[in-house]
């Protein structure tokens, strides 16, 4: 049997906490550290997660021989610059979304991996999920036809001003946080780079946006429209209607935490018809995903992630959300 690939955590996020729970039964991949700018709250993470090795300082995790890859929650803003480190001290990683502030982070991200020869990823741990791995090859099909109209939206409520998805200078905001989840389900189905894109928003007095909304052109009268907020309760649902049927899907990261799998779909054009529920397994995205990377870097194909491609189409695709919303102005993407 091969090694584990060995993760260490950069950072105590309380996603870092979901990661580490859900790879905890894994054969194939292992938590070894975690580090923290500050030693006495590695050790309590380290010790309540049941992680072997605490480490006061980010570089000292870089630097570190027995970890080969970095798991990277820390605050969006954040996100470039030490994947870019990361990589620079040989070290694969999978960085929570979204990837970066902006396209341009993305790729120079993706340079540096190329430039020191290790793997980076965008972590959707709902893609890993068989709902999802499902929802691809049915598209891949042709099950619904053409496909005209793709709708997601993901809203969750947050209203502390202490909370960091709140805070400008963090890459805080709806957007970033539940909308780079809405952008990637509507790329995953459209299945190429939109032309053009139509926004509005609302932000709150710190400039960040708690609600924002999008329609998107995807050129041969494929059409999807993104909201997300953090006004509302929780919502995650996503429509994909093509000319000869529908599929609608919860896209989860990992349930039945926050219930079970939905994916259905209607094969045909009228409303007698009814939705028919496809059986697809839970699953905890986080593990699920992680393994998925370790077979990437051990060379093994397998991985139904946001490819670096897609990951840079969700990149342009906020950005030109973010350039349209003040004034609602259509914005032009560059070709793919």
């Given at each position: 049997m091969s090694r584990k690939l060995r993760f260490g955590v950069l950072g105590?996020?309380?996603?870092?906490?979901?990661?580490?729970?859900?790879?905890?039964?894994?054969?194939?991949?292992?938590?070894?550290?975690?580090?923290?700018?500050?030693?006495?709250?590695?050790?309590?993470?380290?010790?309540?997660?049941?992680?072997?090795?605490?480490?006061?300082?980010?570089?000292?995790?870089?630097?570190?021989?027995?970890?080969?890859?970095?798991?990277?929650?820390?605050?969006?803003?954040?996100?470039?610059?030490?994947?870019?480190?990361?990589?620079?001290?040989?070290?694969?990683?999978l960085c929570e979304k979204p990837l970066a502030m902006n396209a341009a982070e993305v790729a120079a991200m993706f340079a540096a991996a190329d430039r020191h020869g290790v793997i980076?990823?965008?972590?959707?741990?709902?893609?890993a999920q068989p709902q999802t791995i499902t929802l691809r090859q049915i598209l891949r099909e042709g099950a619904i036809g053409p496909l005209k109209l793709i709708r997601s939206t993901f809203s969750v409520l947050f209203k502390d001003p202490a909370n960091i998805r709140l805070m400008p200078d963090l890459g805080g905001g709806a957007l970033y946080d539940a909308g780079s989840y809405a952008a990637s389900l509507i790329r995953l189905a459209a299945g190429r780079r939109p032309l053009r894109v139509q926004a509005t928003w609302q932000v709150d007095g710190n400039g960040v946006d708690v609600t924002t909304l999008a329609n998107i052109d995807f050129g041969?009268?494929?059409?999807?429209?993104?909201?997300?907020?953090?006004?509302?309760?929780?919502?995650?649902?996503?429509?994909?209607?093509?000319?000869?049927?529908i599929i609608e899907t919860n896209y989860l990261n990992h349930p039945p935490m926050g219930g079970p799998p939905l994916l259905q779909i209607r094969r045909g054009t009228t409303l007698?018809?009814?939705?028919?529920?496809?059986?697809?397994?839970?699953?905890?995205?986080?593990?699920?995903?992680?393994?998925?990377?370790?077979?990437l870097v051990?060379?093994?194909?397998?991985?139904?992630?946001?490819?670096?491609?897609?990951?840079?189409?969700?990149?342009?695709?906020?950005?030109?959300?973010?350039?349209?919303?003040?004034?609602?102005?259509?914005?032009?993407?560059?070709?793919?």
């Amino acid at each position: 049997m091969s090694r584990k690939l060995r993760f260490g955590v950069l950072g105590g996020a309380n996603i870092a906490r979901m990661f580490v729970a859900g790879c905890a039964p894994s054969e194939h991949v292992e938590i070894t550290a975690i580090a923290s700018r500050d030693q006495s709250r590695a050790d309590a993470m380290a010790k309540e997660l049941g992680i072997k090795r605490a480490l006061g300082s980010y570089e000292a995790l870089l630097a570190d021989p027995e970890i080969d890859a970095i798991y990277l929650p820390l605050p969006n803003s954040l996100h470039a610059p030490w994947a870019i480190k990361a990589a620079e001290a040989g070290k694969h990683v999978l960085c929570e979304k979204p990837l970066a502030m902006n396209a341009a982070e993305v790729a120079a991200m993706f340079a540096a991996a190329d430039r020191h020869g290790v793997i980076l990823r965008e972590g959707y741990p709902y893609m890993a999920q068989p709902q999802t791995i499902t929802l691809r090859q049915i598209l891949r099909e042709g099950a619904i036809g053409p496909l005209k109209l793709i709708r997601s939206t993901f809203s969750v409520l947050f209203k502390d001003p202490a909370n960091i998805r709140l805070m400008p200078d963090l890459g805080g905001g709806a957007l970033y946080d539940a909308g780079s989840y809405a952008a990637s389900l509507i790329r995953l189905a459209a299945g190429r780079r939109p032309l053009r894109v139509q926004a509005t928003w609302q932000v709150d007095g710190n400039g960040v946006d708690v609600t924002t909304l999008a329609n998107i052109d995807f050129g041969g009268g494929l059409f999807a429209q993104l909201s997300c907020s953090f006004d509302v309760a929780y919502f995650r649902s996503a429509s994909i209607a093509g000319e000869s049927g529908i599929i609608e899907t919860n896209y989860l990261n990992h349930p039945p935490m926050g219930g079970p799998p939905l994916l259905q779909i209607r094969r045909g054009t009228t409303l007698a018809l009814p939705l028919e529920p496809l059986a697809v397994p839970d699953g905890n995205g986080f593990r699920l995903e992680a393994e998925e990377f370790a077979g990437l870097v051990a060379g093994k194909e397998g991985w139904h992630g946001a490819s670096p491609a897609e990951s840079l189409d969700i990149a342009l695709i906020l950005d030109a959300i973010r350039a349209s919303a003040p004034s609602g102005a259509w914005v032009a993407l560059a070709p793919s």
